[in-house]
């Protein structure tokens, strides 16, 4: 039992002890109606605020994994819309080629349909080339092969290459949060229509094909077409064995730049009545485009003297490292001219053609060690060389199933952009989901229950009007101490 004292009123103390307790309730509950959260900073519900935490990071990466699937699905689309017109191109090819096969039509006729059929496969080629999707090439095989995100391989160092990878969940498990979008190449050469997959440079024979290693072959007389020296190839040598006057050797670049031969002018005036632009062609093994400027590389050839014809005299162009044997014949009276008869590369560093011209008939020995094949692209097919084209009767019944295979490479590309397609819709839905289902877990630990909250606020405003009440009748009670010290 409490006595009655002045100095100390304990029943207004309990009072507004009762008083503070229910106010402080009152105010998180007010805070937490006007807020809508339970968890509104970590006092409220330290373990709770951690957990609610996590799920609204996975909630919010959840989101942009929405995003990031739509993004991939609208790249395929943009890869798909391009490939329709691929597929337009093609299905013309092959008329043009069926048209071209036929005995119908005379050389001149099919030189018209070539070029129709040639101006279509540019276009394929550069759609393919300018294909892209925010700045990434899609079909000219740029998001093939393995994936590397390291930018290590990439020029810039920054840009990951190969497969696209789509990323999608809130962790990296790949079985969970990402796949990789692998797009075949659509050029010419990933559609395998270009000559030059890996066994030969379309009807241009490489050295392997023409010669046996070390053993002769035999030429007509006039401008003969050698044969194409594969990048790669080591240890080469041309002999020429009949050592006419006009018998000589001529190496080009397959773009038409001469490297090494009697001066070219000189020898097309005298042994064969042709300009230099004629054999630049792609019966001959050069590319498309190639051309002739007149030019002579650092001097070899016509401006040269042979000393002595049994020496190997040395030079280097781009890379390969040249030797020589040769002598010196009259032109015309007064007029000296050098032949090459013996020429060797050790490391041939670019596809090269080699010409050998001469008056009569002469033999050629090769020699060689490695004699590697062409590097070949995804699909066996490089992405160099000359397009097919339908220009005789045999080429074109040739070029209907080069067309025909090429449309069933770029079906196979859509077909599995399909497929992707599908998969990123499902992933989309299923992401969306996931969201859902995640928000409403997440607003059970940090959404107020308005509710009980509003029964919680109601009791609390009646018991701190109570509180108010009682406290205003305790401090009261000292005045019943006055009347008895009144007496």
Known sequence: MSPLSIEHNLMASGASRQLQVHYNTLADSVRRLSSGLRVEQAADDAAGLAIRELMRS??????????????????????????????????????????????TYDSTQ????????????????RIARATDFNGIHLLDGSL????????????????????????????NDSAEDYYYLNIGSATLGGLGLRDGGPADFGDIPLISDKLVSGQKATFVSGLVSFAVIPSGTTNLEILLNDKGLNDTIQIFTRDGKHLAGTTLDLWLDRAAPVAPGEFLSETNGFLTGATYDGSQMNGIGGNLTFQDENT?????????????????????????????????????????????????????????????????QEGGFTDTGPVINIKTQ???????????????????????LG?????????????????????AAESRISDVDVATEMTTFVRDQVLTRSATSILAQANTFPHILLRLLQG
């Open 58 to 103: 996975d909630i919010q990466a959840l989101g942009q994994g929405v995003r990031n699937a739509n993004d991939a699905i609208s790249l395929i689309q943009t890869a798909d819309g391009a490939l329709a017109i691929i597929d337009e191109k093609l299905i013309h090819m092959k008329e043009l080629a069926e048209q071209a096969a036929t005995g």
């Open 394 to 416: 045999e080429r074109p019944q040739k070029a209907v199933v080069r067309v025909e295979d090429a449309i069933v490479r770029k079906d196979r590309i859509r077909a599995h």
């Open 144 to 171: 093939s092969g393995a994936h590397d995100g390291s930018g290590r391989s990439s020029p810039d160092g920054l840009s990951a290459t190969g497969a696209l990878k789509v990323h999608f969940g809130t962790a």
């Open 110 to 125: 099919r030189l018209m349909i070539d070029s129709e059929f040639q101006q279509m496969a540019q276009e394929i080629d």
């Open 419 to 439: 497929a992707t397609q599908n998969r990123l819709e499902n992933t989309v839905t299923d992401l969306n989901v996931q969201a859902e289902s995640l928000q």
């Open 312 to 376: 190997l005299h040395p030079f280097t162009i781009d890379g390969m490292n040249f030797g020589y044997t040769g002598d010196v014949g009259l032109h015309q009276p007064g007029v000296l001219r050098n032949r090459f008869e013996k020429l060797s590369i050790d490391t041939v560093t670019e596809d090269l053609v080699i010409l050998v011209a001469g008056n009569g008939s002469f033999d050629i020995t090769a020699s060689w060690g490695d004699m590697p094949e062409p590097k070949p």
